[in-house]
């Protein structure tokens, strides 16, 4: 049996409960045994060990819904095990693991091998989410059935869309049966058709194909109509324009069972932000206007955008050291993720619980995970940060196996101390 821990005085947030202030908790057999809501428990027994927070932030860990690996198949740009260690130093304690890897995760095999390699490493909690169709390819359902019970908790083809709506209903229809979410890019695939920018004037200046916002709107709208015809639970996959933001509330006025996500690039950088080609600024979604960023900070300060992502995406130098049309999109992002979404406190954008609500209770209510939450009997996945602390993101600095991040070379506030997952401290400093 692991001894317990007490960790004192800390500033407690826990937005499942609604709580900010002052707080302790003790953390026995991998779960949350006690809580205080002061800084500490007075007396305690000799055999507690005591880590004190020194009035740092102790929030629950950190659940990030959208990570790539290249595991299997693509290992070289990121392992299950260096992905892992990467979202420890970035106090993310759940992982969701993409299904576009080779073979592509489309049966229960494939999940069962993520499920065991995770266990085998022993650091995050790790789950997959299964492909969609066969394949990702959008043309014949995958066994959603099987893959739900071997532990995918949502389905999706990733980043393509699935353009037959036929295919989609099933999908949808089929998944609704098991409680299994659908999770799907809003892009229309003919005028995103090899694109790379997003069409404006400063995409026409920098001779880049480009793709118009309504590209985004136009395949929402399809998504939605196929929601309410079906009643399945069903996930926006990264909104990004001003446009489609009015269709996700028109949707969500209707009562439709939808959930909206965003990336922490599509609201942290512009379209001006990839500069002279700057490729690690290359995403998909590409990055939008100033005011379409805008416009997304403005939703997820009004819950209208409830979860947000990493949309971890390792891609090694020499996929990105190309010619910007042909260089690789994505993004590094599970070590960055708490530091830059912390940035909106800061800036006084958007309360410091909404911000940590996104990113912990909000994809756990959506996937139905026990974690998110610190409460008596919740797994023992915890973060403590610095909330004020300096960091300046150095891109050959971080742990991922791909150093491509959009973030290299920018100045935050947040740095992450301790990171536990089921009691056991997996990252420190």
Same mark, same amino acid.
């Given at each position: 049996?692991?001894?317990?821990?007490?960790?004192?005085?800390a500033?407690?947030?826990?937005?499942?409960?609604?709580y900010?202030?002052p707080?302790a908790?003790?953390?026995?057999?991998?779960v949350?045994?006690?809580?205080?809501?002061?800084?500490?428990f007075?007396?305690?027994?000799?055999?507690?060990?005591?880590?004190?927070?020194?009035?740092?932030?102790l929030?629950?860990?950190?659940?990030?819904?959208r990570?790539?690996t290249?595991e299997?198949g693509a290992e070289?740009?990121e392992?299950?095990?260096?992905?892992?260690?990467?979202?420890?130093?970035?106090?993310v304690?759940?992982i969701?693991?993409?299904?576009?890897?080779?073979?592509?995760?489309d049966?229960?095999?494939?999940?069962?091998?993520?499920l065991?390699?995770?266990?085998?490493?022993?650091?995050?909690?790790v789950?997959?989410?299964?492909?969609?169709?066969?394949?990702?390819?959008?043309?014949?359902?995958?066994?959603?059935?099987?893959m739900?019970e071997?532990?995918?908790l949502?389905?999706?083809?990733a980043?393509?869309?699935?353009v037959?709506?036929?295919v989609?209903?099933?999908?949808?229809?089929?998944?609704?049966?098991?409680?299994v979410?659908v999770a799907?890019?809003?892009?229309?695939?003919?005028?995103?058709?090899?694109?790379v920018a997003?069409?404006?004037?400063?995409?026409?200046?920098?001779?880049?194909p480009?793709v118009?916002?309504?590209a985004?709107?136009?395949?929402?709208?399809?998504?939605?109509a @196929?929601?309410?015809?079906t009643g &399945? $639970?069903?996930? !926006?996959?990264?909104? =990004?324009?001003?446009? #489609? %933001?009015?269709s996700l509330?028109?949707?969500?006025d209707?009562?439709?069972?939808?959930?909206?996500?965003?990336?922490?690039?599509?609201?942290s950088?512009?379209?001006?932000?990839?500069?002279d080609?700057?490729?690690?600024?290359k995403?998909?979604?590409p990055?939008?206007?100033?005011?379409?960023r805008?416009?997304?900070?403005?939703?997820?300060?009004?819950?209208?955008?409830?979860?947000i992502?990493?949309?971890?995406a390792?891609?090694?130098?020499?996929d990105?050291? @190309?010619?910007?049309?042909?260089? &690789? $999109?994505g993004? !590094?992002?599970?070590? =960055?993720?708490?530091a #830059? %979404?912390?940035?909106f406190h800061h800036?006084g954008?958007?309360p410091?619980i909404?911000?940590?609500?996104?990113?912990t209770?909000?994809?756990a209510k959506?996937?139905?995970?026990?974690?998110?939450?610190?409460?008596r009997?919740?797994?023992?996945?915890?973060?403590?940060?610095?909330?004020?602390?300096?960091?300046?993101?150095?891109?050959?600095?971080?742990?991922s196996?791909?150093?491509n991040?959009?973030?290299?070379?920018?100045?935050?506030?947040?740095?992450?101390?301790?990171?536990?997952?089921?009691?056991?401290?997996?990252?420190?400093?």
């Amino acid at each position: 049996m692991s001894r317990p821990v007490a960790y004192l005085n800390a500033r407690l947030v826990d937005p499942a409960s609604g709580y900010d202030g002052p707080g302790a908790v003790i953390v026995t057999e991998g779960v949350v045994a006690d809580i205080a809501y002061a800084p500490d428990f007075g007396r305690l027994s000799a055999d507690i060990e005591v880590i004190d927070a020194g009035g740092a932030l102790l929030i629950p860990g950190l659940i990030d819904i959208r990570v790539k690996t290249g595991e299997p198949g693509a290992e070289p740009k990121e392992t299950l095990k260096s992905a892992a260690l990467a979202a420890a130093a970035g106090g993310v304690t759940t992982i969701v693991v993409q299904p576009d890897t080779n073979p592509v995760m489309d049966e229960p095999s494939v999940v069962d091998f993520i499920l065991r390699r995770a266990r085998d490493i022993e650091l995050v909690n790790v789950y997959p989410a299964g492909a969609a169709t066969k394949g990702g390819l959008g043309e014949r359902m995958a066994e959603i059935g099987l893959m739900h019970e071997a532990g995918c908790l949502y389905v999706t083809d990733a980043d393509r869309p699935i353009v037959d709506s036929k295919v989609l209903r099933r999908v949808l229809s089929y998944a609704k049966a098991f409680g299994v979410p659908v999770a799907h890019r809003p892009a229309d695939p003919w005028l995103s058709a090899g694109a790379v920018a997003s069409e404006g004037e400063f995409a026409a200046r920098m001779g880049l194909p480009s793709v118009p916002a309504i590209a985004e709107r136009i395949m929402l709208e399809r998504d939605l109509a @196929l929601v309410e015809l079906t009643g &399945a $639970p069903f996930i !926006v996959d990264q909104v =990004t324009t001003g446009a #489609a %933001l009015e269709s996700l509330k028109r949707g969500l006025d209707r009562g439709l069972p939808v959930t909206a996500t965003t990336s922490i690039n599509h609201l942290s950088f512009n379209e001006i932000d990839i500069g002279d080609y700057r490729t690690f600024c290359k995403v998909d979604p590409p990055l939008r206007s100033e005011g379409d960023r805008q416009a997304v900070i403005d939703a997820v300060a009004s819950g209208l955008i409830q979860v947000i992502v990493s949309a971890h995406a390792p891609a090694p130098a020499e996929d990105k050291r @190309l010619p910007y049309d042909e260089a &690789a $999109p994505g993004a !590094v992002g599970l070590q =960055t993720l708490l530091a #830059a %979404l912390l940035s909106f406190h800061h800036d006084g954008r958007i309360p410091l619980i909404d911000l940590i609500r996104t990113v912990t209770s909000a994809p756990a209510k959506l996937l139905g995970l026990q974690a998110g939450r610190i409460a008596r009997g919740a797994p023992a996945d915890l973060v403590i940060c610095d909330l004020n602390a300096p960091v300046v993101i150095q891109a050959d600095k971080l742990i991922s196996k791909s150093k491509n991040s959009p973030f290299d070379g920018r100045r935050l506030q947040g740095k992450v101390l301790r990171t536990v997952v089921d009691g056991r401290t997996v990252y420190a400093i």
